[in-house]
Each structure stands twice: as structure tokens, then as C-alpha cells.
């Protein structure tokens, strides 16, 4: 077996320091007894799964694939002398952590939210561990209750991955200072959706007809392992709503309300991380076409943005995650809720009736995170429309 060994002091330097955090158990030292194979061995057999998955966003994980997460994950390194090494690592890029293939010597070890990691988890874990979850390494688990028997490998029914739980282990999280970066699992646990069943894995898994394997039989579901969002997913297009409402009107000003509702996500919108965020675009033109205002919606964050807002111990923000000692606002739209920003519009130069269009929009990052990190703007920065709104008024 080839082991590459250079390197290795620096990030035994990092582990050492992360041995003081609670929530997280590295295995021993070198354990390269264990040989994890890459999704391409997958590929032979589960050949429609492993191309889905190719195209996902947990494909995408590792840091030289996530350059917001990889840029941040190094500059959070340094500043928290690798406290967030067992904060982010191992839900980032988790096969590496199972087998301290931290200089990422097996091509598994670079393919982000792997298969055989997920594929590894029997059931849920100690709630403090980093993801709490409980790895069984041998038989590769999934929620068919009586798999074919294959030569390649053992298989076995696990109820977890038919439960929210099962994205949960990840896609909630606190910083080192216990403060809630994500909750989009607590937000689906609040959610008349919980109420009702509906799993994180029927929206965002829902499948259809086909083979788990080419060695397998048919089945009427098939689970898609894409993990597509509303971007490309239609089924979850239209789940919020943008409507403008007329305020009090003067002789030289319009007031107008911009209400958006969540009507069909099953967590907060947007969910994650504090740099997902929605915002309002509004113009108003009049009958020549004439721009008589628009909003700039960073100049105008306490009401034209919606997010999460952390501070660090002295009170500044927007902080790095990683450096968030308190929450100053949270303005994420829950499940059936909704949140408003209003609008002074100046019409005294008007011609004719005036026109006010509004859309909202989803993006990635932060203007000033895509400054810092020297990150593709048309990637991060990048306004993906969620919903519109036209309201024409009169003017006398």
C-alpha cells in the first residue's frame, strides 16, 4: 500500500489541537488497514445512482471542488488553530476522516459526501459527535428491506435512511462557540411537514421507477440521488410567494409593502449556512419608461434581505461563521410564515400611471464574502429568481 508521509506533521499538528473539542472522536492514527472504494467502483453497477450523485452538491463538498467552503475552511483554520477541523471537516469531506487519509492519497478521499460514507451508516450516533452518527464498515446499508445478495459486497436494510434524521446528522450544526450556524433539520421538525411525514428525502430524493443495480430487479422507486433544489428540481419551484401591497399614499411619495411566504418549503427559507440569502429587486418606472426609483437591496439590509446575521464577542458584524459569538438577527422565513419590507417610492416626477416591479431572488453568498475570497462572481454571486410581483397605480 502507498503511503505518502511528508506532509503528515502538519496535520497532526492540527489534529492535536482538535483533540481538545468534545464532539468529536477521531479513529486511531493511520488506519490504513481500511481500503474504501471510490464512487467509480460504484459506477459499475449503480450506474444511473452514481452519475445523479456526480452532479450533486454533495459530490461537490470537498474544498478544492466548494471554493466558498475551501477558501473559508483554510482562513477559519488559522484563525481557530484548527478548531474547525472536526467542526466542518468531516461533514465536508468525510471518507478521510474514517481513515486519516488526510493527505488524500485514495480518490475516495477527495470525493466530498462519498457513497461508501453514506452508504457506511447503520443508525444514529452520540449526539455530540461530529456527524452523530454510527459507522458499521463491511456491509454497505440503504432502505430496501431484503437486498439482492451480490459477490461484491454484503448489504443490509437500515429504517434510518428512511428518516429525516439521516440528513439531520449534517444539515445541523452549531460553530465552536454553540452557536446555530444551520437548522434546517429543527426547521423540518417544526414544520407541519414533520407533522405529516414528509420526509427531507421525499422532496429532495423523490425518484422513480428503475434498478438500484444492474444486478438487481426492477422497482417502482428508485431513489435520485441528484439532491436537486428548486434550481433544478421543479417539483420544489414555487415554494414561496412574493406579493406587493398598497400603503399609505401621499402627493409625492407611494408606500408599498413586499410580502414573501413560504408556502411549500419544508425548513426556512433560505436554510443553511448565514450566507444563503433572499433579497427584493424593486423599480418603479412610469408610462415612458422612465426609472423613478430603485432599491439597493445590501444598502437596505434590515429590510430587503433575508438570512441570518451573526456578530463576533465584540458586537461587529456580519462575522465569519466560524467567529459568531451571538445571533443579531434572524430574518429566515419558516415554514407557512411570512416577512414584509416596505417601501417609500417617490412619483412626483411621474408621467402617467406608475409601475412597481419586484422580484426575489436567491444567491449563494454575500457580496463582501465573494470580495474577500477572491470567488467566482458568477457562481456565488449569481441572483436565481424565485418569485415576481407587478403592481400598477394611478397617478392623479
Not at 502507498?2 to 499538528?13: G, K, Q, T
Not at 444551520?182 to 414528509?198: I, L, M, N
Not at 422565513?333 to 426575489?360: F, N, R, W
Request: charged share 20%.
Amino acid at each position: 500500500m502507498i503511503r505518502s508521509f511528508a506532509p503528515w506533521h502538519r496535520y497532526f499538528a492540527l489534529l492535536v489541537l482538535a483533540l481538545a473539542a468534545p464532539a468529536y472522536t477521531p479513529p486511531p492514527l493511520m488506519r490504513t488497514t481500511l481500503n474504501p472504494q471510490s464512487a467509480q467502483t460504484c459506477l459499475t453497477c449503480h450506474v444511473d445512482i452514481t452519475q445523479q450523485w456526480g452532479s450533486s452538491a454533495h459530490a461537490q463538498a470537498d474544498r478544492k471542488l466548494n471554493l466558498l467552503f475551501g477558501r473559508m475552511y483554510f482562513a477559519s483554520l488559522q484563525e481557530t488553530r484548527g478548531a474547525t477541523l472536526v467542526k466542518c471537516g468531516p461533514c465536508h469531506e468525510t471518507e478521510q476522516y474514517v481513515t486519516n487519509d488526510f493527505d488524500k492519497v485514495r480518490p475516495v478521499s477527495e470525493e466530498g459526501i462519498t457513497c461508501v460514507f453514506c452508504h457506511g451508516i447503520s443508525g444514529p450516533g452520540p449526539t455530540d459527535a461530529v456527524p452523530p452518527v454510527t459507522l458499521e464498515l463491511g456491509p454497505y446499508f440503504g432502505p430496501i428491506r431484503n437486498p439482492v445478495p451480490v459477490k461484491d459486497h454484503a448489504s443490509k436494510y437500515s429504517e434510518h435512511f428512511t428518516k429525516s434524521a439521516f440528513c439531520g446528522s449534517c444539515h445541523q450544526y452549531e460553530n465552536q462557540n454553540g452557536i446555530l450556524i444551520s437548522d434546517t433539520f429543527g426547521e423540518w421538525k417544526r414544520s407541519k411537514y414533520a407533522k405529516a411525514g414528509v420526509t427531507c428525502q421525499s422532496c429532495h430524493m423523490p425518484g422513480s421507477p428503475g434498478r438500484v443495480s444492474s444486478l438487481g430487479p426492477a422497482r417502482p422507486r428508485v431513489a435520485d440521488h441528484s439532491f436537486h433544489g428548486p434550481d433544478k428540481n421543479r417539483a420544489l419551484q414555487g415554494a414561496a410567494t412574493l406579493v406587493l401591497k398598497l400603503g399609505k399614499r401621499g402627493t409625492e411619495n407611494l408606500r408599498v409593502l413586499a410580502v414573501v411566504t413560504n408556502v411549500g418549503a419544508g425548513h426556512a427559507i433560505p436554510t443553511g449556512n448565514d450566507q444563503h440569502l433572499l433579497l427584493i429587486r424593486v423599480r418603479a418606472t412610469d408610462t415612458e419608461g422612465h426609472i423613478l426609483w430603485e432599491n439597493d437591496p445590501f444598502r437596505d439590509s434590515s429590510g430587503s434581505i433575508f438570512g441570518l446575521i451573526l456578530a463576533n464577542d465584540l458586537g461587529a458584524y456580519p462575522a465569519e461563521t466560524w467567529a459568531a459569538a451571538k445571533v443579531v438577527a434572524d430574518r429566515r422565513i419558516q415554514t407557512g410564515s411570512s416577512a414584509q419590507a416596505a417601501y417609500e417610492i417617490p412619483v412626483g416626477e411621474a408621467k402617467g400611471a406608475v409601475k412597481i416591479d419586484a422580484v426575489l431572488l436567491y444567491r449563494k453568498a454575500r457580496p463582501e464574502t465573494i470580495q474577500l475570497y477572491n470567488l467566482p462572481e458568477d457562481v456565488y454571486g449569481a441572483e436565481r429568481r424565485v418569485a415576481q410581483a407587478t403592481l400598477t397605480v394611478q397617478n392623479p
